[in-house]
């Protein structure tokens, strides 16, 4: 059985369209690349920064934990800082123990990033932004997306929520304000709600037959993780003009998505029905009963 160097997979991520001095935001499921011989896990980040080289930046989402609405005290251990691990699985967790990179200050949706450009992008994201801040960089700096092994799993690429952002969609995913977290900044501890949650992004699989179309998706492997990779803003003028023609393109048919059936007003029509059937488990939930 085949197993997988840093040099390969360096390799394999400039077959997939990576070059030197690149910008590219990453998402990874590292077990999908397969069998690997690494001297240690941080090679799964250094063989990224191989393919890009010093010039280059590696960027990745850090996203972090939030408390729902309670009754009583709130739970103070939920309190983010530069050193919280990141819910969005363990390749950006790498990326948060590698040697150099930088994380934005945004209380819930912080992004991280290692080289050139990183404290360019992650500046003034923090609690006084929204959640996709830095992807507006990302499209100025002409950078790139890529999935690996996340293709089907975790469909899409980021530029579809700040295209929802920059529509208004997410003003219409209601009760934002539920999800909370404390925060330190000047010697104080503060609280943080949310003002907007992304759209569903399980949907987001709809955008790729619209890349396809316009042949700006490129497939491949590395290791033997089926990949995507795609130029921010092409994606981006796609998911907007998709989006800005049909705001409900990416609400799932899933009855008991809380996201779609039970707080987008586009879908209004089934609140009633959700929450007669799942009220009072999301009830329970938020009351942490």
């Known amino acids: 059985m085949k197993k997988h160097t840093r040099e390969s997979l360096a390799q394999d991520y400039s077959k997939m369209g990576l070059e030197r001095g690149d910008i590219v935001l990453v998402r990874s499921a590292l077990s999908a690349i397969g069998h690997t011989n690494l001297q240690n896990k941080s090679d799964h980040i250094n063989a990224i920064l191989d393919a890009i080289g010093d010039e280059g930046t590696l960027v990745g989402l850090a996203f972090s934990k939030s408390f729902a609405l309670i009754i009583g005290n709130p739970p103070k251990e939920f309190t983010f ?53 830095p992807m507006e960089k990302l499209i100025g700096l002409d950078a790139k997306m890529l999935l690996v092994g996340c293709t089907e799993t975790s469909p899409g690429f980021t530029t579809a929520h700040l295209a929802e952002y920059n529509l208004g969609l997410l003003k219409k995913i209601k009760f934002p304000w539920i999800h909370r977290v404390f925060y330190k900044k000047d010697g104080m501890l503060k609280l943080f709600k949310r003002t907007e949650i992304g759209g569903d992004s399980k949907t987001f699989y709809k955008f790729y037959p619209l890349y396809r179309e316009q042949n700006l998706l490129k497939v491949g492997h ?52 959700f929450y007669a059937r799942r009220g009072g488990k999301v009830i329970k939930k938020l009351l942490n009963i």
């Not at 209380?107 to 006084?128: C, K, M, W």
């Not at 003009?241 to 029509?269: E, M, S």
Request: glycine share 6%; hydrophobic share 30%.
């Open 81 to 133: 800082d530069d050193t919280v691990p990141a819910i969005t699985g363990g390749f950006a967790n790498l990326m948060l123990q590698h040697p150099g990179r930088q994380r934005s200050r945004h209380p819930t949706n912080s992004f991280v990033a290692i080289g050139r450009h990183a404290a360019d992008i992650l500046e003034g994201h923090d609690e006084t932004s929204h959640s996709y801040y």
């Open 222 to 273: 590395v290791g033997d993780a089926e990949s995507y990779l795609i130029k921010c803003r092409e994606a981006y003028d796609i998911e907007y003009a998709r989006l800005k023609n049909d705001p409900k393109f990416c609400i799932c048919d899933d009855k008991d998505c809380f996201v779609c059936c039970g707080r987008n007003t586009d879908n209004i029509r089934n609140w009633p029905q």
